[in-house]
């Protein structure tokens, strides 16, 4: 199982960024699919949902009207567009992959991809 994240950079506050996250060796279209996100000295924060068809989606107050997050389940991938940057997103964002299939939970994580917004 994987889960690769990429498309963090730096960029200056209000700008944009397009993060991507590639995903193999499970069935993508069974999960939802999160974006997360931990700043130095703060507790990993859920950023973005969305449901395992998509078309139903949840996001942090702090990002609403600004993130955007989608899938392609034909490319089994997941995308947190970002837009209107702030100093405050700098942080790692991880990509999250869930399916609750009760008793199990099924859950795997990326590495991360680093953002930056500073000028």
């Known amino acids: 199982v994987q889960l690769v994240e990429s498309g963090g950079g730096l960029v200056q506050p209000g700008g944009s960024l397009r993060l991507s996250c590639a995903a193999s060796g499970f069935t993508f279209s069974s999960y939802a699919m999160s974006w997360y996100r931990q700043a130095p000295g703060k507790e990993r924060e859920l950023v973005a949902y969305?449901?395992?068809?998509?078309?139903?989606?949840n996001y942090a107050d702090s990002v609403k009207g600004r993130f955007t997050i989608s899938r392609d389940n034909a490319k089994n991938t997941v995308y947190l567009q970002m837009n209107s940057l702030k100093p405050e997103d700098t942080a790692v964002y991880l990509c999250n992959a869930k399916r609750r299939d009760r008793p199990w939970l099924y859950e795997y994580w990326g590495q991360g991809t680093q953002v930056t917004v500073s000028s």
């Open positions: 969305i449901i395992s068809a998509g078309g139903s989606t």
